[in-house]
């Protein structure tokens, strides 16, 4: 077992530094050991909860709840007391939470017998549960989140007292508790039911992913591809942040991860330091719209809007390649502007090498993949996905152990054999868990296997501390939802947005768009797009956006909010690294990624681009002709935006060429009468007297 404590002395961490992660290890000494088993523990319950799960889902929920409350004050008491007393109480403290969570599997049916008329019991550890969710939030991600809510909460007491139409009918104590802290549609709605499911399996596997050798994958393929062309290492972090977006779906653990070798690098080789660290802020955070993990949002969509994972990942994979394609096409152009060059052959690994070494690392990925758009439920094609990968990280440990190639290859041959045996009816779970277990009990007995098990142990406990900043948002953020469906305010803003959209839909897409950044400055992205989801996502639906569309709209905008300042997480989290100023980054970064706040207005009005019926232009060319044309509108639109953020194309762009390729880009937006033809020619027109341009200079020059 690895050394779960640490010193004696307390780690100086702000409450405020939580949200981007704990440090190292759990905390000191025997805390450190209890956190780290807890941790464990936690993990197999979710683990089971996946591949075996008989309970009813309200105490999947509660008891998810339980742990996450108890591991949070737990580990915050590990990391900031100052002796073993503070600790101590923060045990104890989260032990309170945990019974709550426990009260949900206990009484659960009587819970049900009694819905409606709770007792002074069910009132008491309802309201508990309200204050240990509320407190464990704020000392775990700051005061932002827990000031909305509780905002949301006084409105939901006090509202009758409100003006028209603000006003509502008002709420008893007993009304507000039961909706709040019982049921599905308060704390244990349905983001904590995704937390409990999708969400923490998702962060397994990407972990699992990654200690089996898929980053240094990702890296030497990105540095073989792209490292010798202009900009190469810039190229290389988009690339391969893209690349890791797949599996792990979290910003600002890409920034930690990816970005330890990329943002040097970029430095290195002449990049401005708050430009590196914004395109690699850039590109981790697009790594929640790439398909197919695409971070936990994407399961609270589709639980959401009760279509399948699928349909989620359909939708996003052309407008997460059109980001991915404008933060390349950034970089190439400011690589152009400065004159900066590659990277050397000798500095850079051979890409066919790097797959053909560890091709098989590829396969849980793609099963994922295969699983998801065969009809699969996300909750199975993750267990499967993830039992894959255990075994892949556990054959190649006992592998390691044989002296011959050739019983290493029948080794494998008979695994795969035993794997297609034991799927010849279809994949089921717990042939594939004997498999695993089988594996399990052969690296317990080999050379180098036992190692393997205790990193793979290590990282079921990391994977439970991973996930409590997210399921701590998933919970709190149920005040929102449980006070929009008792007391209906959503409605008023949805009229608000319905009266501006039957003026202008440009309007009404422009407050959303201004509503999600403005949530987001200061709350992650979950929370940012479940609110913005409810309160806007609606109202757009009527105005005859297409339902997927405005769910999409509202999650792009929570993500972009985390790379502007003045919060700009991506940024606070690369900016250690390349020791640059956090604001300074978050600039660079909303210019870098400029297409992130375009994108979204270009599939409203074109919903082809996201794989969806409904494009005016469908009529005349068909679906897959409206598809064409709206991703190469797409396409040259984020392309003249890169012109205009850089102010360079084959050469530096004068103030009139600017203001030229940046009106030819807004008419590509637009969709007003012959604003296609007149994008198009002025676009043509930037291109070609930008061509003679660099001409010209060539024949000064020579």
């Known amino acids: 077992m690895r050394q779960a404590g640490g010193t004696e002395e307390p780690v100086k961490v702000g409450f405020d530094n939580f949200e981007h992660g704990f440090p190292a290890g759990f905390g000191p000494g025997g805390w450190g050991y209890l956190a780290y088993a807890i941790g464990i523990v936690f993990a197999a319950f979710q683990l089971y909860v996946a591949a075996f799960n008989y309970l009813p889902s309200q105490v999947v929920r509660g008891v998810h709840v339980g742990f996450l409350l108890l591991m949070t004050f737990g580990l915050i008491g590990n990391f900031t007391a100052k002796s073993d007393f503070g600790r101590a109480l923060g045990w104890l403290t989260g032990g309170a939470g945990f019974l709550c969570g426990l009260y949900q599997w206990i009484f659960y049916a009587d819970l049900i017998a009694r819905d409606g008329d709770p007792t002074r019991a069910d009132l008491a550890v309802g309201t508990l549960l309200a204050v240990l969710i509320f407190e464990g939030t704020r000392r775990l991600m700051g005061l932002a989140l827990p000031l909305m809510c509780g905002a949301c909460l006084l409105y939901w007491f006090f509202g009758q007292y409100l003006p028209q139409p603000f006003n509502h009918r008002g709420y008893d104590f007993d009304q507000v508790i039961t909706h709040l802290s019982f049921g599905t549609e308060g704390f244990y709605g349905v983001p904590i039911y995704v937390s409990a499911t999708y969400i923490f399996l998702f962060i397994l596997f990407g972990s699992?992913?990654?200690?089996?050798?898929?980053?240094?994958?990702?890296?030497?393929?990105?540095?073989?591809l792209f490292g010798r062309t202009r900009g190469g290492p810039a190229k290389v972090?988009?690339?391969?942040?893209?690349?890791?977006?797949?599996?792990?779906?979290?910003?600002?653990?890409?920034?930690?991860?990816?970005?330890?070798?990329?943002?040097?690098?970029?430095?290195?080789?002449?990049?401005?330091?708050?430009?590196?660290?914004g395109v690699e802020a850039t590109a981790s955070m697009g790594g929640q719209i790439m398909p197919p993990v695409m971070g936990a949002v994407a399961f609270i969509m589709a639980e959401t809007l009760g279509v399948q994972y699928s349909e989620i990942v359909k939708a996003a994979v052309i407008p997460a390649i059109l980001y991915f394609a404008s933060a390349f096409w950034m970089v190439h152009l400011e690589a152009g502007k400065h004159g900066l060059v590659g990277m050397t052959r000798s500095e850079i690994p051979n890409a066919w090498k790097a797959l053909v070494a560890r091709w098989y690392l590829v396969l849980p990925l793609a099963a994922l993949v295969y699983m998801l758009f065969e009809g699969f439920t996300p909750l199975?094609?993750?267990?499967?996905?993830?039992?894959?990968?255990?075994a892949l990280i556990l054959g190649a440990s006992i592998t390691l152990g044989l002296s011959h190639t050739v019983v290493r290859y029948i080794f494998w041959i008979g695994l795969a054999l035993v794997v297609a045996a034991v799927s010849r009816t279809g994949l089921e779970i717990m042939p594939i868990a004997c498999v695993v277990g089988g594996l399990v009990l052969i690296a317990a007995i080999t050379r180098g296997g036992r190692a393997t098990l205790a990193a793979c142990r290590d990282s079921l406990a990391d994977s439970a501390k991973s996930a409590l900043t997210v399921g701590m948002a998933c919970a709190i953020v149920g005040t929102i939802i449980g006070m929009m469906t008792q007391t209906g305010v959503g409605t008023i803003f949805g009229g608000w947005i319905i009266g501006l959209g039957a003026k202008?839909?440009?309007?009404?897409?422009?407050?959303?768009?201004?509503?999600?950044?403005?949530?987001?400055?200061?709350?992650?992205t979950i929370p940012t797009y479940i609110i913005t989801a409810a309160l806007a996502a609606p109202a757009l639906a009527k105005l005859g956006v297409p339902l997927i569309a405005s769910h999409m709209f509202?999650?792009?905008?929570?993500?972009?909010?985390?790379?502007s300042p003045p919060v700009a997480l991506a940024a606070l989290a690369a900016a250690p690294i390349a020791k640059e100023n956090p604001d300074r980054i978050g600039w660079e970064a909303m210019r870098i990624g400029l297409a992130g706040y375009v994108i979204p207005f270009i599939f409203v009005y074109s919903p082809a681009l996201m794989l969806q019926t409904g494009d005016p232009m469908a009529v005349q060319l068909g679906f897959y002709g409206a598809v064409a044309l709206a991703t190469f509108k797409a396409l040259v639109a984020i392309g003249l935006f890169g012109v205009v953020a850089i102010g360079f194309l084959f050469?530096?762009?004068?103030?009139?060429?600017i203001a030229t390729a940046l009106v030819a880009a807004l008419c590509l937006l637009g969709e007003f009468a012959f604003s296609d033809t007149v994008g198009f020619a002025l676009a043509a027109a930037v291109v070609v007297w930008q061509w003679r341009q660099r001409a010209r200079n060539a024949v000064a020059a020579a």
């Open 504 to 524: 202008s839909l440009f309007l009404a897409l422009v407050m959303t768009m201004l509503l999600s950044i403005l949530l987001g400055t200061g709350i992650p």
């Open 380 to 390: 199975y094609a993750g267990s499967i996905g993830l039992a894959l990968t255990v």
């Open 237 to 277: 972090a988009v690339f391969a942040s893209g690349m890791m977006g797949t599996i792990s779906g979290s910003g600002v653990a890409n920034v930690v991860t990816v970005g330890q070798f990329t943002i040097p690098l970029m430095i290195k080789f002449g990049y401005r330091r708050a430009f590196a660290a």
């Open 554 to 563: 509202a999650f792009y905008y929570g993500i972009m909010a985390d790379l």
């Open 208 to 224: 699992f992913l990654e200690r089996a050798g898929m980053i240094q994958l990702f890296t030497d393929v990105s540095l073989g």
């Open 651 to 657: 050469t530096r762009l004068t103030w009139p060429e």
